[in-house]
């Protein structure tokens, strides 16, 4: 693993110790990820594109805004952390996306797609307002621009004549139309040093000699016609940008020159490079899809350390094959998750039933809107972090009818080390917020399964599935769809949970249990529309209340529970939440974090003692 002081000084090292620093780098991150996990596959198709970039510019001062921030890694090496890499993505260590916390050469925190160039040409026209002088770059992959707010941010770039450069990173979507070889060999030419150099020139003549300006309108109109008619770079140049490109982005001796170029091109610069994601490690570019993000791994093989045990996405999608089975009218629809939600075998079992939309939520849950009022019945199966950006189209195009469609929001909850950007920790509360929205909280395999097929055959309206990352816990029985369960009879204090998070409960009340405290334990099926009956009978009794939930506090399930029995005129004499207050949640293991956040059973089980003590 490359070290802090193996790096050397990359503004001036030549173009073949850069391409060697390259291959090193390769071999650190592999050598990292293999024993952390992480994203693997993208940050091996940005080596040379990183290395050229800080070759080029002074991120201290010049501004460098990833999209989604899966390809960081090199970057995180070559600005001061080589040596904390064994600590990627672990508790307490540095984080595996950008985070200006962490780094000033970190511009801004990244982890969902399609913003980057909105944030870019934020700052690009924060800086001319301000009068100050740096660079603004962006680099945004091919995968993002199928989400409609990288569009917004292009065209708003183009326009807006900023000083700021887009890097797309295209490693394969094939962006560019195929249009023979004239094409391909006009873009090489038009690449070369001397072309470059001779473009430079002739604009900076033209500029200054009597006629030159007119001049280098009608030439400048006469090349434009031929390049539209023959090279693929017209989408962006009617944006408003100069289009560098297709280039190679993996000869890092090309990217340097290019993008010096680029750095004294005034206006908005577009550079499009072309790699090969997983580049350099033969089992990610053989399978890009399978090492995008990745667990400990054996760097000879491939193959993972840890055995693949089942999911909740795994049941999820299952399940979804068995109605669909049954049911022709059943549709899956993903964001660009296949395999994270569980569909891999849906999409093969059901191709004309299933929909990838790309990285388009919004647009997702739209035409879930659509086909729901058709008839069908849609399931769209999304990261309940991605799921926020959908809550427009939740409430004006799904709710407002009525229409019947199911949300199966996975990574509900602590999500671990991907951290802030990921957790799924809102939808609770914004989902509470949409009128007839039903959410139901499995805390088990059988519970998912059971509740999926009420979700899709029973009810109406709009309904959201919550269920979290991994696979279940000790509990593994099927409450059934009720509104909530009693899962044991107690006097002094009643403890209440949902989804996975009734394991810690129930661990609590076997600590009190050992303590001499009688706990009663209620878990609840659904958080949405809330049923109070089961907790008001409970602390008739007890008159204590703990909630527990990993979400944050605002509109939490036990200040709205804490609440209607207010309402109702039977608040519990002492009530306690326990979530995740009102501050983002750093990265780590889930245990880790619930023991942060005092969300385990022990530090519920001190938090039950203290109130049963001053009760």
């Known amino acids: ?130 009068g100050e002088d740096y660079c603004v770059i962006t680099l945004i992959g091919d995968g993002a621009l199928t989400g409609g707010l990288a569009y917004e941010g292009l065209s708003d770039a183009g326009n807006s004549g900023e000083r700021m450069i ?29 072309y470059l150099r001779f473009k430079k020139g002739y604009r900076k003549i033209t500029s200054t000699v009597p006629g030159g300006k007119t001049l280098y309108r009608i030439t400048h109109r006469v090349k434009k016609a031929v390049k539209e008619t023959l090279l693929p770079c017209s989408f962006f140049e009617d944006m408003g940008f100069t289009y560098l490109g297709p280039v190679d982005g993996h000869d890092v001796k090309g990217l340097t020159r290019l993008l010096r170029y680029a750095k004294d091109i005034e206006g908005p610069v577009l550079l499009h490079v072309r790699t090969v994601k997983g580049k350099g490690y033969t089992p990610a570019e053989r399978n890009p899809d399978q090492f995008h993000g990745v667990g400990r791994f054996c760097v000879q093989t491939g193959e993972p350390l840890s055995g693949g045990s089942s999911n909740f996405s795994a049941v999820f999608g299952e399940t979804l094959c068995e109605l669909a089975q049954a049911d022709r009218r059943i549709c899956a629809i993903t964001a660009a998750m296949r395999d994270g939600t ?64 199911i949300l199966a ?25 949409v009128p007839g929205m039903t959410v139901l909280c499995p805390a088990s395999f059988s519970e998912l399964r059971t509740m999926l097929a009420y979700a899709v055959k029973e009810l109406s309206g709009p309904v959201a599935l919550r269920y979290p990352r991994g696979g279940e816990g000790e ?26 998070m009734i394991n810690e409960v129930l661990r609590c009340a076997d600590a009190l249990s050992s303590c001499g405290v009688s706990a009663e334990v209620i878990k609840l099926n659904t958080i949405t529309p809330i049923d109070v009956t089961l907790v008001q009978s409970s602390i008739s009794k007890t008159t204590r209340l703990l909630v527990a939930e990993d979400v944050m506090d605002a509109n939490c ?24 207050g009102s501050s983002f949640v750093t990265h780590g293991s889930v245990a880790e974090l619930r023991k942060l956040c005092g969300l385990d059973g022990e530090s519920l089980c001190r938090k039950a003692l203290e109130v049963c003590k001053h009760g």
């Open 166 to 194: 887009v890097i797309l990173n295209d490693n394969g979507m094939s962006i560019t139309k195929n249009v023979g070889g004239i094409a391909e060999h006009l873009a090489r030419q038009r690449l070369k040093p001397q």
């Open 557 to 580: 399930v036990g200040r709205r529970l804490a609440a209607e029995l207010a309402l109702a005129g039977t608040p519990a004499a002492h009530t306690v939440l326990c979530n995740l």
């Open 1 to 130: 693993m490359i070290q802090q002081a193996d790096i050397p000084d990359i503004k001036h090292i030549t173009d073949c110790e850069a391409e060697a620093l390259c291959t090193r780098l390769r071999a650190s991150i592999i050598d990292s990820v293999s024993k952390t996990g992480g994203h693997l596959a993208s940050n091996l198709g940005a080596v040379e594109i990183t290395v050229a970039l800080h070759r080029v510019f002074d991120f201290t001062r010049d501004r460098l805004v990833f999209d989604v921030g899966h390809q960081c890694y090199t970057h995180k090496i070559l600005t001061g952390r080589a040596d904390e890499m064994p600590s990627l993505r672990t508790f307490s260590g540095i984080a595996g996306f950008p985070k200006p916390s962490e780094s000033v050469c970190d511009a801004f925190i990244a982890g969902h797609a399609s913003n980057s160039v909105s944030v870019a040409t934020g700052m690009a026209r924060g800086r001319t307002l301000m």
């Open 409 to 433: 929001v996975d990574r509900a909850g602590l999500v671990g080390e991907d951290g802030e950007t990921h957790h799924g920790v809102f939808d609770v509360a914004f989902l509470d917020t």
């Open 342 to 405: 569980g569909l891999k075998e849906f999409a093969g079992k059901f191709p004309a039933r299933y929909f990838d939309v790309g990285i388009a939520e919004g647009h997702a849950a739209a035409m879930a809107a659509g086909m729901a009022k058709q008839g069908l019945t849609p399931v769209f199966a999304v990261y309940s972090t991605f799921l926020q950006r959908s809550y427009d189209m939740l409430i004006h195009d799904i709710a407002i009818q009525g229409l019947h469609v």
């Open 475 to 500: 509990y593994t029985a099927d409450s059934g769809t009720g509104h909530a369960a009693l899962l044991r009879q107690g006097e002094d204090i009643t403890l209440v949970g949902y989804g996975v």
